[in-house]
């Protein structure tokens, strides 16, 4: 069992390109959370995803993100035209349902720079 | 609203002396609660959980918390620190009903342990 695959581990961007942040769930898990950690501060919810279903997005920027969760494949996280601010550690975690009594499986994140 | 209050950014103690690192919350249905353990350049690690029955949780690595339902808290604690304790621990909330699927976190807290 893998746990929640995320890649890359370390992406570096320069200002105006795109990122694309994968996440893997856990095999047997269809639910998948995105969550953005800056440094030195706790996670910040963006997204939450079933396959082929936003659930909810109220975390998520208005524009230059979006996030997809496929039928097939892993979980993407899009970022256009990236800004210095955009530069954190992005986590991915998955849920084998939506019900309350589980936590997360955490992969072990995507840190973005923008340079 | 619901939320989670870690009071102490910061939390030193020296090896083999007992931890406490705090959490409050507040939701207004039957709180499911969670402590998530996050070492450098890492994921975060689940730790333990409280849903329902004996209000002493017992987790990974020695840990555990107290479900205080009278001081909404949910305090994590081991009898004795090891050097390999330091990292940053978050507390996270979430309402025990079927369709609320959210997380809550905490900001976190930066435990230090000393030799």
């Known amino acids: 069992n893998a746990g929640v695959m995320q890649n890359p581990r370390h992406l570096v961007r320069r200002r105006g390109q795109e990122a694309r942040l994968r996440c893997s769930p856990m095999k047997g898990h269809s639910h998948v959370y995105w969550y953005r950690q800056l440094p030195e501060e706790g996670l910040k919810f963006m997204v939450y995803?079933?396959?082929?279903?936003?659930?909810?997005e109220s975390g998520m920027p208005k524009e230059r993100f979006s996030a997809e969760f496929p039928k097939e494949g892993p979980s993407i996280l899009r970022i256009q035209q990236v800004v210095r601010g955009d530069s954190a550690a992005y986590f991915c975690a998955s849920s084998p349902s939506g019900l309350p009594a589980y936590g997360y499986t955490f992969g072990s994140g995507t840190r973005l720079t923008v340079v | 609203a619901q939320s989670v209050a870690q009071p102490e950014d910061q939390v030193n103690v020296a090896e083999g002396n007992p931890l406490t690192v705090k959490c409050t919350y507040s939701?207004?249905?039957?709180?499911?609660l969670f402590w998530y353990v996050q070492y450098p350049n890492r994921g975060l690690q689940f730790l333990l959980k409280y849903i329902t029955g004996d209000n002493l949780v017992k987790g990974s690595y020695g840990f555990e918390a107290e479900f205080n339902k009278s001081q909404t808290s949910f305090h994590l604690k081991k009898p004795s620190a090891l050097v390999s304790d330091s990292a940053l621990y978050f507390c996270a909330v979430r309402e025990g009903m079927d369709s609320n699927y959210q997380l809550i976190w905490g900001a976190g807290t930066k435990l230090i342990i000393k030799p």
């Open positions: 995803l079933q396959k082929e279903n936003i659930i909810d």
């Open positions: 939701v207004s249905g039957n709180p499911y």
